[in-house]
């Protein structure tokens, strides 16, 4: 049974660390989501990614924030420097041509910034 | 406001009873509609997609009302494991899905 797999699934830091969450999409799938979900703001869209190519970040603090995929296999989000806001639960996401309109979310990562 | 909008509920419903809610989207170039599922504190799931004609998945049934924007899912005979989070999603041209808020469903014995 095939999953999305992230890592970290905790990650407890202080104010000002950086911090790397990562992504081991479903082998195959060429498209890769990363999402934030928050009780105030619900899921909201960070950025994602088609062939490993960046196509829409436009939901991501730039300042802070960079998402990337080194290979097909895996995609990185860090945050730096790491603020309280930034708490929340990050969820990577994959899908696969032509049945993108279905995403397989991972368990995601549930970070603390204190 | 949101670009989709949900009741967040929660909907305590009997076991056995039927459930439904709604939501509302308000770009009026969305092309597909899903339901996705999210159980407490894990990802969420697909449940099902939404089409223009209705949709039935085993006690599940999804409608779209194009003209109105707005799309339902109705649960018939309640099973406790029913209990979570249903979120509406909608897509435009593109890949990016729209998430509401999601509607919380308790079903109790």
């Known amino acids: 049974d095939a999953r999305v797999t992230q890592t970290p699934r905790h990650k407890v830091t202080e104010m000002g660390q950086e911090v790397t969450m990562r992504c081991q999409p479903i082998l195959g799938h060429n498209t890769v989501f990363w999402y934030r979900q928050t009780m105030m703001q619900g899921l909201e869209l960070l950025a994602y990614f088609r062939n490993r190519a960046p196509l829409d970040d436009s939901g991501m603090p730039k300042d802070r924030f960079s998402a990337e995929m080194p290979d097909a296999t895996l995609a990185t989000l860090k945050i730096q420097p790491s603020e309280p806001r930034d708490s929340a639960v990050y969820f990577c996401?994959?899908?696969?041509?032509?049945?993108?309109?279905?995403?397989?979310f991972g368990p995601g990562t549930r970070l603390t910034v204190l | 406001r949101k670009e989709v909008e949900q009741d967040p509920g929660p909907f305590n419903v009997p076991e056995g009873a039927t459930v439904a809610f709604n939501c509302t989207y308000s770009n009026s170039a969305s092309q597909s509609f899903f339901w996705y599922r999210q159980d407490c504190r894990k990802e969420p799931k697909l449940l099902m997609s939404?089409?223009?004609s209705g949709n039935e998945d085993g006690r599940f049934t999804a409608q779209l009302n194009r003209a109105s924007q707005y799309i339902s899912l109705l649960i018939r005979d309640s099973k406790l494991s029913d209990s979570a989070t249903y979120l509406c999603v909608t897509k435009a041209a593109g890949n990016k899905l729209t998430f509401g808020g999601g509607t919380r469903v308790l079903v109790k014995p």
């Open positions: 996401a994959s899908g696969s041509r032509p049945l993108e309109d279905t995403q397989y």
């Open positions: 939404v089409y223009s």
